[in-house]
Structures are given as C-alpha cells and as structure tokens.
C-alpha cells in the first residue's frame, strides 16, 4: 500500500493531487486544518492536510525488457553487491514503513483532538468534510449526541464518503447514520411490557407523565392482549393523582386500590390474584431526594415477581436524566419509557442514555391521548426519530 500525506489550500484543490497522483482507487485516511506562516500569531494561511492511500499490490506488471535485450542476458550485480544492494533496501523499506506509520497515528491523534476540541460541529469544520455529511454532523450536534458517538458514526461516514471512489448522495449517508445508530442500539432490551411478569411498577420524578403513561399501558394490554388489568396506587402525596388513576380505572372498567402501607400493598397483591397484569402506580417526588426512593421500599414489596420502568421526559436535560437513573439505581430497571416525545425536536439523548446504562427501552410516548399517542420503542423506530427518517 502507498500512502502520502497531501497539502492543499482546500479540499477540492487535495482532492485533485489525491487523482493526480493515487488515482481514483486512493482512499482517505485523515484530513486536517493546519495553519502555515504569519507573524506573532496573525496572518496565517489554512491550507488541509490530507493523508490518502491505495493499494498497489494487486497492479504491479512485469517490467519490460529493454529493447535490444534479450531475456535473460540482462546485465547482473555480483553476489556481493546484490546482497548489499538488498540489505540497504530493505533497511531503507523498513525504516520508511516504520516512519509512514508512525505519520499515520500521529495525524489519527490530532484529527481526533481536533473534533473533540471543536465539537464537531459544522459551522467550525465547514469545508473540511463534504457538504452532505456537514449536514449530518449539525444534525448529530442538535440531537445531542455525545461527542464519542459523534467522532465514531462521523468516522464511519467519511469511509463510506470515499469508499470505491464514489460520492454517496445526503440519503444514502443518512441511511448509513441510521444503521450505525441501530447498531449501538440493537442488543439492549427493547419492546413493551413482556406480559412474563404479573407485576409492573413505574417510577420516576415528578411530571414526567407517570400515570398517564401507565393507563395507555392498561389500555395496550386489554386491547391488544386481551389481559385481565388492575390498578394499584401508592401515590398518596397528591389526591389529585389518585382521582387521575381512578378516573382512567372508571373508563377502562378496571379495579384499583390506593395502598399508604406496606401492609396494604400486600393485601392488594393478594385481592388481585387472578389478574394477568397489575400496574402499580408511584409517587412523584424530587428525583434530588433520596429519601424518596426510600421510600418506596417501605411501601411496595419489590421481593414479588414484578418488572420496573423508569420514566424520564424527553424535555429534561440528558444531566437530569442520568442524575434521576443514579437515584433510582438501587431499584433494578428492567427498560426506559421516554415521554413528551412530542414537546421537544431532540431525540439523541435517548440513544446517550440507552449506550451509557445498557438498558433498553419499552416505550416513547407522544401526547396525552390515551390509549394513542404511545408507540413500542425499537432501535428503528428511535433511529427514525434522532435522524427525522419517516
């Protein structure tokens, strides 16, 4: 494989030498801003530095004889001088080899201190990367992805920008985004509620739409599952959140009971045997308060057979979300529900979550409508939404 390093004053200009010189099978390794001349720090010139290869392996012929020769009375080196000859190349091969490659790290390690340095983000990094995938590293940047995510799907684009010496059109690279971000998602849980658990407790700070949440779940399994359903409540903080489930319990004609005690939680368990699924609503607290979570320990028996979700809005910041996981974490949560999907346009933190705590996701909510406006989270269906897909 030949490999050089090309500087240019843009990218077109690099690319053309890249041609030139490599031919149309040359592949990018690396390319980066530098900056040349000046004076105490002004008046520099940018130009791009390139590192490209091709394989040339599989294009070497047979060198032709020189006219008036024939074969095999070429002229030959001594044995001595043939085996100094080779030993000087080869020494010079290896050293070259070795110095090639150490070019290459060297230019890998500055490019990636250079987009975690800018962030990545377009407007900093105009004309250093194609127009199309310019476009989708802004679309990475308002999405929130975390710069690791952004340096690694960004990498995976440029290739497949070069790969074979053929410009890939802003959909075609937008359909490699989404398989790299399926990729990061498919082997955590994911789906609804695995109906293999009788109990399921929803958890999570106050406002994130717990309860609305849980009576579109009630509605999923009646109507598509064809389940027995009931209701139990320990939020006894707010009457109004106890009217809330009633009324959702009055509309779906299902039982429910509001348990202040353990005791009463025990007993609930006990009264609602012969249902398939009970769906156990909580109480709404100041994620910052540990004693909340607590709490729920002395409230709901967590040694059933039971399943937890933890409910976190869309509209909350990616920090908050991990600040309530960690208050919760004493609790095992078996997946994420996200809500609000429709109040704000930024998805990517769900995919930064989903990566970090390797735990999957059961639901994205949309609306207040119940039993619409909820969808069974997938990696496709969340892909569709971080990328605008439809």
């Not at 150490?102 to 800018?118: A, F, P, V």
């Not at 399994?221 to 409540?233: D, Q, R, S, Y």
């Amino acid at each position: 494989m030949k490999v050089k390093k090309f500087t240019a004053k843009s990218m077109p200009d690099a690319m053309k030498s890249i041609r030139n010189e490599l031919g149309n099978e040359a592949v990018i390794l690396n390319s980066r801003i530098v900056y040349t001349g000046g004076f105490l720090g002004f008046f520099r010139r940018k130009n791009f530095e390139i590192i490209a290869a091709v394989d040339t392996m599989a294009k070497h012929e047979p060198k032709p004889i020189r006219k008036g020769l024939q074969k095999g009375l070429e002229p030959k080196p001594t044995i001595q001088v043939q085996e100094r000859t080779d030993h000087k190349r080869s020494e010079k091969s290896v050293s070259q080899n070795s110095k090639q490659t150490e070019d290459i790290l060297k230019e890998i390690t500055d490019l990636k201190k250079l987009i975690r340095s800018q962030s990545i983000q377009s407007g900093k990094l105009q004309g250093i990367y194609p127009e199309p995938i310019q476009k989708l590293i802004q679309l990475m940047s308002d999405q929130d992805f975390t710069p690791a995510l952004m340096e690694k799907f960004t990498a995976v684009l440029l290739e497949k920008w070069f790969a074979d010496g053929v410009n890939r059109t802003f959909t075609e690279l937008q359909g490699f985004l989404k398989q790299e971000i399926i990729k990061v998602l498919i082997d955590k849980p994911f789906g609804g509620i695995s109906l293999t658990k009788k109990f399921i407790n929803v958890i999570g700070p106050t406002g994130v739409g717990k309860t609305t949440t849980l009576a579109k779940i009630a509605a999923d399994c009646m109507l598509n599952h064809h389940k027995k359903v009931a209701f139990i409540t320990t939020d006894t903080y707010r009457i109004a959140a106890i009217e809330q489930l009633k009324t959702y319990a009055q509309i779906l004609n299902v039982p429910i009971e509001v348990c202040y005690t353990l005791e009463d939680f025990q007993t609930a368990v006990k009264k609602f045997s012969s249902y398939d699924v009970v769906l156990i609503d909580t109480a709404g607290r100041n994620f910052r308060n540990k004693q909340y979570v607590e709490d729920l320990g002395k409230v709901i028996d967590f040694s059933i057979d039971i399943e937890n979700y933890l409910v976190l809005s869309l509209t909350s910041k990616q920090k908050d979300m991990e600040s309530i996981y960690q208050q919760f974490s004493s609790i095992k949560i078996d997946k994420f529900i996200f809500t609000k999907a429709d109040e704000t346009d930024v998805y990517g933190t769900m995919m930064n979550i989903i990566e970090k705590f390797e735990i999957g996701a059961a639901y994205i909510t949309t609306g207040q409508e119940v039993p619409d406006d909820v969808m069974i989270a997938s990696p496709e269906a969340m892909a569709n939404l971080i990328i605008g897909a439809k």
